[in-house]
């Protein structure tokens, strides 16, 4: 099968797919533990559907994120010094992925079981999971601004041989 051809970012479409798949999903899990916590607070439990709703679809979404993120790395000829930053950021969006679905079962069951109360534990683990969350997104922007993956000046120069 021969190669596609690449662009001027080494991808083979026009823009990066994963940070529009990536974006989408913190945006679910941090209006997530938002609904979570102020339902919590207010006692207003349609706040916990809309909650669980988020965080399911986010449960989902993330695998997309993770492969195009794959994907995507492996087009951006990573360079010596970018190596750590990019084995940490994949590491830790493959644990994210495992851990969201695991609170999402969690959140599922406390659905299931009462679907007006909220335990504090679900939200001890909520937190956790948004400080995590916290932790990718500046992984990855620190792939981005300062390493420039998939960023023109910084593929040229990776095709030239500059970086190494």
């Not at 989408?24 to 916990?48: E, P, W």
């Not at 999402?104 to 909220?118: E, G, Q, S, V, Y």
Request: with cysteine; net charge neutral; charged share 10%.
């Amino acid at each position: 099968m021969p190669a596609l051809p690449l662009n001027s970012d080494n991808l083979p479409y026009p823009d990066p797919i994963h940070p529009v798949i990536v974006h989408f999903v913190i945006a679910m899990v941090f209006f997530s533990f938002f609904c979570d916590v102020v339902g919590y607070f207010t006692r207003n439990h349609r706040l916990f559907e809309v909650s669980f709703w988020n965080i399911f679809v986010a449960a989902i979404a993330i695998f997309l994120a993770v492969i195009f993120g794959q994907f995507e790395a492996g087009l951006a000829q990573p360079y010596q010094a970018v190596q750590p930053i990019l084995n940490s950021h994949t590491i830790t969006g493959w644990s994210l992925a495992a851990i969201l679905v695991a609170i999402t079962a969690w959140r599922f069951a406390i659905r299931a079981r009462d679907p007006l109360k909220m335990p504090v534990a679900y939200l001890g683990a909520a937190t956790f999971l948004i400080c995590l969350v916290s932790l990718q997104v500046y992984l990855g922007s620190k792939l981005v601004w300062v390493y420039g993956l998939h960023v023109e000046p910084v593929v040229e120069a990776a095709k030239q041989g500059i970086l190494k």
